[in-house]
Every structure is written in structure tokens, then in C-alpha cells.
């Protein structure tokens, strides 16, 4: 989600006026940081990196630093007291008067601080700029209704609120027009798009109506919740000829107490009858998901529970996190807390439990047939080869061989010959290759632009 923001920031950032400056070229005029606060290590490595560009503003004084996102909007004027050559802090709800808060501060020599307590426009129906061509996300809903007891968003992003069916298929089509052949719905409980539209069965329809869309060849979103993963979901999932075989649905815990104390709505059970009826659907599907490790009153024994449920679930990856406490959060309250020694300790037997997890699935590809979208990451050449990467359907990160340079969108069907934990490899050259208009879109743009990636940004002389 932060990175879908940080191209509606570029894209406004552009439209006023301003002009992408490369990673490696000098300091930009203005230098925008999004900021995460989902856990506690973003807090400090923001922190860190103002401190280090306090020194920088002094050599160059008219250079100006933003802050943004969730951090800016739990710290507010935190942020200004500990960083004072801040230029400009804006918050989740208004990212939109990013370009008007720099004009102001520069012009009254005065830091900005604006912070709104709700959201004034979807951010969606802002200017982006992407950074893939043929890929795509497209927001569908933003906030959370949720109450997970260890989870900062629903504070800092507010409920949930839902977008318009008919606006996010006119931006689907607006971008596939544009080149993009694969978009990711994106919200932080996607499957309960339409709660706030009162319409049932609204994520199912949504995943159908994308069906529709000619020359979008896939589909993917996340998060979905398992609370809300109805059977309709599934249903659309195998019947819609788009949308991808791969689910990436957070388990958090496989401990029904832990669950129950993190206020998810589901146990064990009902995830475990997710998956196998995803599988029996779609069964080629991968699962993917986040878990944590540490809740406050975890016990071994509990911990051991997430473990047996990661091999029933045989996820295809997992983003492992050490619980963080989070200020405000019913979780950072409980008594209970884990001692940092206990979560480290488990959170070495949980990644390395989850890789040989993932190997094993991943091993059980060898010898298949899979499609492959080339992705942005120009191939390296090796002998008469080159290597290049896509993902799978299911998402699986691909490695193969081509005599021919592919370019990004076109789609190769390679047979996989070796597997990693994280990723697949295939050592002979593509069985097929569709050329799509995802690739004729990025020749053109090769041969018209020189720059596309935005780090930081400097206003047009
Ligand atoms: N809305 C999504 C998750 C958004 S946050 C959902 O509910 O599925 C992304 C992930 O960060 C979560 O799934 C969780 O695993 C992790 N996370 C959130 N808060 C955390 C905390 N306080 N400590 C550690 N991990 C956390
Ligand atoms: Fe946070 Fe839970 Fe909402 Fe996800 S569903 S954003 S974890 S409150």
C-alpha cells in the first residue's frame, strides 16, 4: 500500500512541476520520505535518517524534506520537535496537498505541518507515476474496520471506505489501455470491499467484472482476511480465466488462545478449510502468508501450534515478523508481553521452519510447465544466454534462459528444472513466447524516455 502511495507522490510531485532525480545523482531539492509505522523499526530508521540529513540541509539550505504516511500521522508534531529542518509533514488522509505544503513552506520559510483526521479525496483519483509498466495496482478500498488487538493501521488510516465498482474498472481499463497487463486489487481487508457500499458478495463480483476486461491477462490482490473469505470468493477465483492462482491470506497465529487474544475472528480450523478448499478449487495454487511470532502470552506450546499449521497450510512463502508493540494498541496493554530473548530465539525456529516449507513446495514444481510475465529487471547476459526473471501464475519467482532478449509484459512458457527456497529456475530456453502489447508499450518508452525510476525529486529549471 505504501508503495502504490508513493507513485500517487511522484505522479503529483511530477504534475506540479518536479522531475524525478536518479539514486545515484546528487541530493535533490526536495526529498520526500513515506513512512510505514506497522512496526517499530520504521520509527527508528526514519528518525536515524533525518538525523543524517540534518547536516546536508546546512550545506544546501534550500533543500526541502517531506515527510509522510503513517508514521507522519502517528507522530504528527513529534516529528517537527525532533527534526526541525523538516519542511513539510502531511498525513495518510491528505497526500493530495503534498505540492502546496512545500510551496508554502517555502515561500513563508516556515515548516507545514497538516495533518486530517479523515480521508478528503481517494487517493486513486490522484496523478500516478508507476513504477512498472505492465504492472499495476489499483486501490479498491482504504482504512479498516478491524480490531486486531496488535495492529496500528485502523488508527492511522481510519475505516474502512470503500471505491466505487465503476470507478476501479474505468481505472482498470484506463491502464490496461496504457500498456499495464496485470493489476493487484489492493486494501487492507480486500474481501470486505463493498461493506461500506452495503452490498454482499461485492469482492466476488469485482473479481469477475476484471474477467471481463480485454487484454488484461492477470489479476491478483491483497490482503484478503480469512473472516471474510467467503465460498463465493473461491468460486470466482477458479471461474474467472484472469484472475491468478495464488492467495496471500495472513495467518498471524496458528493458536486458537493467540487468536482469539488478537481479536482475529477465525481459528485454526476455519483457515485450514480455506486453504483446502482453495486448493480443491484452484489446484495449482500457492499460499502465501504473515505471521508473528511473540504475541504477548504466546507459550511454546502455542508457538509449536503455529508451526504444525505452517505444515498442514504448506505455505509457498511467509513474511515472518517478531511482534512489535505498538502505542495505543490493545496488545502494547496486555501484561503478558514476551521477553525479547523467547521471541528471537522462536523467530529463528519459525523462518527457518517456514524456508524448508516453502523449498519443499517449490521442489514439487520441478518438471512443470509454468508461464512466466517478464518482469522490469533487465536480463543479465551469460554466454549465449541471457537470464531473466518473471513470475509464475501462482507468483513463484522465475528464473530462465532465453537466446532472445523478452521484454517486460511478454509471457514465456519454461519448464522449471531446479528450485530454491525462493525461487524456481528454468535452464532451457522458453518452450513459447506470447509477445503482448505490455512489451511493444515498453519498447516505445524505452526509445522515447531516459529516466523512469523516481527516488527523489528536483524542481524543473
Ligand atoms: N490488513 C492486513 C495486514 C496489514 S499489516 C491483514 O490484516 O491481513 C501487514 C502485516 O504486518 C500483518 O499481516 C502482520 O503480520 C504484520 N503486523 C502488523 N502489526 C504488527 C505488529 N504490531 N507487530 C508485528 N507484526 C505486525
Ligand atoms: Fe490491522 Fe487487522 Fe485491519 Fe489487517 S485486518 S489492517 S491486521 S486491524
Given at each position: 500500500m505504501n508503495a502504490h502511495d508513493s507513485e500517487r507522490l511522484a505522479g503529483l510531485l511530477e504534475e506540479a512541476g518536479f522531475q524525478a532525480q536518479k539514486p545515484e545523482s546528487a541530493l535533490a531539492d526536495v526529498m520526500v520520505f513515506n513512512t510505514c509505522a506497522v512496526r517499530e523499526n520504521a520509527d527508528q530508521k526514519l528518525y536515524g535518517t533525518l538525523g543524517m540529513l540534518a547536516a546536508e540541509k546546512l550545506n544546501h539550505p534550500t533543500m526541502q524534506i517531506a515527510v509522510g504516511g503513517c508514521l507522519a500521522q502517528k507522530d504528527r508534531g513529534e516529528i517537527l520537535r525532533r527534526a526541525p529542518w523538516v519542511d513539510v509533514v502531511f498525513g495518510t488522509h491528505n497526500v493530495g496537498s503534498l505540492p502546496l505544503l512545500l510551496e508554502r513552506a517555502r515561500i513563508q520559510r516556515e515548516s507545514q505541518l497538516e495533518i486530517v483526521e479523515s480521508?478528503?479525496?481517494?487517493?486513486?483519483?490522484?496523478p500516478s507515476k508507476r513504477d512498472s509498466l505492465h504492472s499495476a495496482w489499483v486501490s479498491i478500498s482504504v482504512g479498516c474496520n478491524n480490531t486486531c488487538t496488535f495492529c496500528i493501521v485502523p488508527a492511522l488510516r481510519g475505516v474502512e471506505k470503500d471505491r466505487d465498482k465503476k470507478e476501479i474498472l474505468d481505472e482498470v481499463r484506463a491502464l490496461v489501455a496504457d500498456g499495464v497487463n496485470e493489476i493487484t486489487l489492493l486494501g487492507q481487508n480486500v474481501n470486505a470491499y463493498g461493506v461500506e457500499l452495503g452490498v454482499r458478495g461485492a469482492f466476488a463480483d469485482l473479481l469477475r467484472a476484471c474477467g471481463e476486461v480485454e487484454g488484461l491477462e492477470r489479476v491478483r490482490f491483497t490482503s484478503p482476511h480469512p473472516r471474510d473469505f467467503t465460498d463465493d470468493v473461491i468460486a470466482a477465483m477458479a471461474e474467472t480465466h484472469n484472475v491468478m492462482p495464488h492467495l496471500h491470506m495472513p495467518l498471524q497465529s496458528g493458536s486458537d488462545a493467540i487468536l482469539k487474544s488478537m481479536r482475529r475472528s477465525y481459528r485454526a480450523d476455519r483457515y485450514l478449510g480455506i486453504v483446502e478448499k482453495v486448493r480443491d478449487a484452484l489446484p495449482l495454487a500457492s499460499i502465501t502468508t504473515d505471521i508473528i511470532v511473540g504475541f504477548p502470552g504466546e507459550s511454546e506450546a502455542d508457538f509449536q501450534q503455529t508451526l504444525d499449521l505452517i505444515a498442514q497450510a504448506k505455505f509457498e512463502m511467509a513474511f515472518t515478523f517478531k511482534?512489535?508493540?505498538?502505542?495505543?494498541?490493545a496488545a502494547a496493554e496486555m501484561d503478558n508481553q514476551i521477553p525479547e530473548d523467547v521471541v528471537a530465539e522462536r523467530y529463528v525456529r519459525?523462518?527457518?521452519?517456514t524456508e524448508e516449507i516453502a523449498w519443499q513446495q517449490k521442489k514439487a514444481q520441478v518438471g512443470r510447465e509454468v508461464e512466466v510475465l517478464v518482469s522490469d529487471m533487465p536480463g543479465r547476459k551469460d554466454d549465449a544466454t541471457l537470464r531473466q526473471s518473471g513470475r509464475a501464475r501462482d507468483f513463484n519467482l522465475v528464473h530462465f534462459v532465453s537466446e532472445e532478449r523478452l521484454r517486460p509484459g511478454d509471457i514465456a512458457t519454461v519448464t522449471v528444472t531446479q528450485a530454491?527456497?525462493?525461487?524456481?529456475?528454468?535452464?532451457?530456453?522458453?518452450?513459447?513466447?506470447?509477445?503482448t502489447r505490455s512489451g511493444?508499450?515498453?519498447?516505445?518508452a524505452q526509445a522515447s524516455t531516459e529516466t523512469r525510476t523516481f527516488l527523489s525529486l528536483t524542481p524543473r529549471p
Open positions: 480521508l478528503e479525496i481517494f487517493p486513486s483519483t490522484l511482534y512489535s508493540k505498538r502505542p495505543g494498541t519459525l523462518h527457518a521452519f530454491a527456497p525462493h525461487h524456481l529456475v528454468a535452464e532451457n530456453p522458453p518452450n513459447a513466447v506470447r509477445r511493444d508499450v515498453w519498447e516505445s
